[in-house]
């Protein structure tokens, strides 16, 4: 039982302490091969503003139809997610109408929701059944 303890909690699995890592995988939808993500989170050594873009092109590349479809099946794993420099990929010319809520989620609550479409779903019917009471 203490291998498994030394190995870290759910939220952080390999028992990894870079805040920008923790948070990459706390955002990224594929939950696989953390240790050879890690590394290459190592070897890329992102600075703040290059985490910034990370995160933002996930924004979006968590919303592509490919991420979404077969259960996540077609989601790059992390590691060849970061080594392939998969951030610089753009975006598609037209906005799909999913990003909407991300947009939204600024706008009502600062973004606090991360990533989660779901988190912030959640939120808004909380708020909504506060306002009415
Ligand atoms: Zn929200």
Request: aromatic fraction near 10%.
């Amino acid at each position: 039982m203490a291998m498994l303890l030394n190995f870290g909690s759910y939220e952080n699995p390999t028992g990894d302490e870079d805040p920008g890592f923790a948070r990459f995988k706390r955002v990224y939808p594929r939950k696989e091969a953390w240790l050879d993500a890690r590394r290459e989170w190592r070897k890329l050594r992102p600075d703040a503003h290059m985490q910034e873009l990370i995160m933002q092109a996930l924004e979006w590349q968590m919303q592509q139809a490919s991420w979404q479809e077969d259960g996540g099946k077609w989601i790059p794993r992390a590691d060849k997610w970061i080594r392939g420099g998969r951030w610089l990929d753009e975006p598609p010319a037209e906005q799909p109408a999913k990003l909407d809520w991300f947009a939204e989620c600024r706008e009502m609550h600062g973004g606090a929701c991360g990533l989660s479409q779901q988190v912030h779903h959640t939120r808004k019917i909380l708020d909504a059944g506060r306002q009415a009471k």
